[in-house]
């Protein structure tokens, strides 16, 4: 029987972390085990990807060791203040190898904002945290680091009619392209019914591209999403949400799903469950 949504996810996930961690140094492994049971496997995966930059700094910059395997824990406590500092500014712009279209090696400019640069160093805190409460540091200089502060960013929300003149857009395809007015006559009911869905419930596009077939509650008018940390909980939709739902799961019983796929409610034209990039 497939995997639900989330579990699949998860298993993705954990897999890709173990990939990851074959470019940090060894230590770091018993700081993943560490929080293990207290961490989302899309966070930890954000932790490595900051960790293999943070070391990077520390081989490239400040010349601690001659190859990013060599690392131990004790080399953390040689760094002071000021190399934290150092590494919050290099944060701010700096250049990473990447392989080009022909596999030659490019050197990409990253410009970081202070939003990207309050996760970074959020994750050394987390880090440097761990590792000092299991003795493996004698001293947690990150504590001492004072986060960028973030500018509050006013949300943005549409108003009825704009709620109502974006599903029309989306039900008649006006404007489209000739090539995207074929793609829109193929998934019209399909995206006219996740758009209601979202914007009806609030729910998350993760959420959306989650939702099972079985997930549906016609009787109640409700559809079962998992939260952050596998919580289950019902949201409840209008009875125009449900119109739209309904006129899609009539035209999916056509389809037939991929291997694996059996369950999604919302299938991509590869009839395979939806991403959240593809929604994007």
């Given at each position: 029987m497939p995997l639900q949504y989330h579990l699949e996810l998860d298993k993705q996930n954990t897999l890709k972390l173990r990939q990851l961690q074959k470019d940090l140094p060894s230590f770091c492994a018993s700081f993943f085990r560490g929080i293990d049971q207290v961490t989302s496997s899309r966070t930890k995966i954000a932790y490595a990807y900051d960790l293999k930059v943070f070391f990077q700094f520390l081989l490239e910059e400040k010349k601690l060791r001659s190859d990013i395997y060599d690392f131990e824990a004790r080399d953390l406590d040689r760094l002071?203040?000021?190399?934290?500092?150092?590494?919050?500014e290099f944060l701010k712009y700096r250049t990473k190898k990447k392989t080009g279209k022909e596999?030659?090696?490019e050197e990409v400019e990253v410009l970081n904002h202070n939003k990207s640069i309050k996760?970074?160093?959020?994750?050394?805190?987390?880090?440097?945290?761990?590792?000092?409460k299991t003795e493996q540091i004698k001293e947690n200089k990150t504590a001492l680091l004072s986060l960028p502060k973030l500018s509050q960013e006013e949300i943005v929300r549409m108003d009825q009619g704009e709620v109502a003149q974006f599903l029309d857009q989306v039900e008649s395809g006006e404007d489209l392209s000739k090539k995207e007015k074929l793609y829109?006559?193929?998934?019209?009911?399909?995206?006219?019914?996740?758009?209601?869905?979202?914007?009806?419930?609030?729910?998350?596009?993760?959420?959306c591209v989650g939702l099972?077939?079985?997930?549906?509650?016609?009787?109640?008018?409700?559809?079962?999403?998992h939260r952050k940390g596998g919580k289950e909980v019902?949201?409840?939709?209008?009875?125009?949400?449900?119109?739209?739902?309904?006129?899609?799961?009539?035209?999916?019983?056509a389809k037939i799903p991929a291997s694996g796929h059996e369950n999604a409610l919302f299938l991509s034209l590869q009839n395979k469950r939806m991403s959240v990039r593809t929604v994007e």
């Open positions: 002071s203040l000021v190399d934290l500092e150092e590494y919050m596999g030659q090696i996760r970074k160093i959020s994750s050394l805190k987390s880090f440097f945290g761990y590792l000092y829109h006559e193929k998934n019209q009911v399909r995206d006219l019914a996740m758009m209601q869905l979202m914007l009806g419930t609030g729910i998350r596009v993760s959420e099972n077939c079985s997930d549906v509650d016609f009787q109640n008018n409700a559809i079962r999403i019902s949201i409840y939709f209008s009875d125009e949400v449900e119109q739209g739902l309904r006129a899609y799961m009539e035209e999916r019983k």
